[in-house]
């Protein structure tokens, strides 16, 4: 398990698995304009109802995409990559190509403070009490990513 694992589980711990929203602030324009700076075809959305992530799509290409979901308040992200097909999109986290495409971006988040937590990380199980909390599942991607 790695230290950021265990931090988000101490957290989740802490606040008996419920959500916490993002603190209001700017930050996330100041990464979005330093994202556009490296790759133009990067699209925001600030959090939803729920307010835990935010994300960034960024198209690579035609026939792939990228999705990074940040929190700030944890200061931490998720790179999800996906191949696109028409209005299908079939997630590819074990693709290289992809991970290697991302590289920069990710690189650029790191230099920016985040850390990076990995798809195989972030499906780890938590409590299942965070079902009755409305989660779709009880994973650490849904309890930090789910609304993104």
Do not use: C
Request: proline share 5%.
């Amino acid at each position: 398990m790695t230290a950021v694992l265990a931090q988000l589980q101490a957290f989740a711990h802490e606040h008996d698995y419920l959500p916490q929203a993002d603190p209001p602030n700017a930050e996330w324009q100041i990464v979005l304009d330093i994202l556009k700076r490296h790759e133009p075809h990067i699209r925001a959305y600030p959090p939803g109802n729920d307010l835990y992530a935010h994300r960034f799509a960024i198209a690579l290409g035609h026939d792939a995409r990228a999705d990074l979901l940040i929190r700030f308040d944890l200061r931490i992200y998720v790179a999800l990559a996906y191949h696109v097909s028409d209005t299908l999109h079939q997630l590819a986290v074990d693709d290289l190509h992809l991970r290697a495409s991302t590289a920069p971006l990710r690189a650029l988040l790191d230099r920016h403070g985040l850390r990076e937590l990995a798809f195989e990380e972030a499906r780890t199980t938590l409590s299942e009490r965070m079902l009755a909390h409305g989660f779709i599942d009880t994973t650490v991607l849904a309890y930090f990513f789910e609304s993104a």
